[in-house]
């Protein structure tokens, strides 16, 4: 505040005023989000949703001086974007072959650690640099593809609410963005069970997509399980990933299971490390979600195929909220810093939109005491 507008506060006023507004922002969400925080909203060509869980340290509250842990520390955020965006639909698929970062030995590697360290221990919520984000000065140049989404406004919303209650959370912005309207709507997100008892309680009517992403994984995966870490694997792997990518995902499975058969079914005591219990698990995940990988489908339609925009969205709630020694008062001042952060990463400027209203601000007119008496 010095540096920037000149202003000497404490950092016990910043604070305190920080979890007033939080806490202000997740009211006005619920009683009265749309005439207090929104312009005139545009029903969009392309609506997309997305949801990611996340982390977030936090300490128990009234336990005197130092860092007293909730439980171990990290507990669950809820995260979500809505995107408006243009594209085209194609006749046939604009994209039929998968991009080359899919055929890069190091970054499939890379991608599945990340993965995999993020499913075992909720530490990391971002997985390493999409598609859409490995952009070369080359490609730069280039007009961005118009089958692929071009995004016009994004909002986030992000609490530590629970699935059904961030769940109401999100219809009510998508209402107020007025998705419900558009002709082309999307939901994207990983193989989390929530994600979809979200879309089926409220977004229905939207495309389910699994991310492609998280695909890759599970497919590298059964690759090394199959064939050891050897060239085979890596053969079978760019053989299945492409067949995914071009929505043959059924094919995919077949093969899987006749290498199941060749390795064996687990037991009913199979341990997590066994590879036969490993393998039946990626073949119950894609078998989970064959309906939503109908990639060539999306392409054809404009649709994205990718998370990348909800990893994105997360990696920048995580500049304000994850950091070395960083812990936030749970619950309110973790859920007041959500708000906040997620108000401020809105394109529609809704959080000075409802610092210039609220009670205080310079700009501000003060009304009369009887009009204060009666409001």
């Known amino acids: 505040m010095e540096r920037v507008v000149g202003l000497n506060v404490s950092t016990n006023t910043i604070e305190r005023i920080c979890l007033d507004v939080g806490n202000e922002l997740e009211s006005v969400a619920e009683e009265n989000w749309k005439e207090v925080l929104s312009g005139e909203a545009v029903v969009p060509e392309v609506a997309i949703v997305s949801f990611d869980g996340g982390r977030i340290r936090t300490r128990q509250m009234n336990c005197g001086p130092g ?27 604009p994209e039929p072959e998968p991009p080359a970062c899919f055929f890069d030995p190091e970054h499939v590697a890379q991608l599945t650690e990340k993965a995999k360290t ?8 971002s997985l390493p640099e999409r598609e859409e984000e490995r952009i070369s000065p080359s490609k730069a140049k280039q007009p961005w593809p118009q089958h692929k989404p071009k995004r ?13 209650q961030f769940g109401t959370q999100m219809d009510r912005e998508a209402n107020r963005r007025r998705f419900p ?40 995966q059964a690759s090394v399980i199959c064939f050891g870490k050897c060239d085979a694997a890596w053969s079978a792997y760019t053989d299945w990933m492409t067949r995914a990518w071009q929505g043959k995902v ?11 058969q060749r390795i064996g079914w687990p037991p ?25 990988m109908h990639y060539d489908e999306y392409r054809r ?51 000075a939109r409802f610092l210039t209203g ?14 204060q008496q009666a409001a």
Not at 152 to 164: A, D, E, G, P
Not at 182 to 207: E, P
Not at 271 to 289: A, F, G, M, T
């Open 67 to 93: 860092v007293h842990l909730c439980g171990k520390g990290w507990n669950e955020t809820k995260n979500a974007i809505f995107v408006s965006a243009t594209s085209t639909i194609s006749e046939t698929d």
């Open 118 to 125: 993020k499913e075992n221990t909720g530490a990391d919520d």
């Open 152 to 164: 016009v406004l994004r909002t986030i919303l992000s609490s530590m609410k629970n699935s059904k």
């Open 181 to 220: 309207e558009a002709s082309r709507k999307a939901f994207v997100g990983d193989g989390l069970t929530c994600n979809w008892s979200i879309h089926k309680a409220h977004f229905s009517d939207y495309t389910a997509i699994l991310d492609f992403m998280h695909a890759v994984t599970y497919l590298f």
């Open 250 to 260: 059924a094919e995919v499975i077949t093969q899987l299971k006749t290498h199941q």
């Open 268 to 292: 009913d005591d199979a341990s997590e490390d066994d590879p036969r219990e490993q393998l039946r698990k990626v073949i119950q995940y894609l078998e989970n979600n064959r309906q939503r």
């Open 301 to 351: 339609q404009g649709l994205p195929t990718t998370s990348a925009w909800m990893e994105s969205a997360v990696k920048e709630m995580n500049y304000r909220i994850k950091g070395t020694e960083m812990f936030w008062n749970n619950p309110d001042g973790a859920e007041a810093i959500l708000q906040i952060r997620a108000a401020a990463l809105s394109d529609d400027n809704r959080l």
């Open 358 to 371: 609220r009670l205080g601000s310079a700009t501000l007119r003060r009304s009369t005491a009887p009009a």
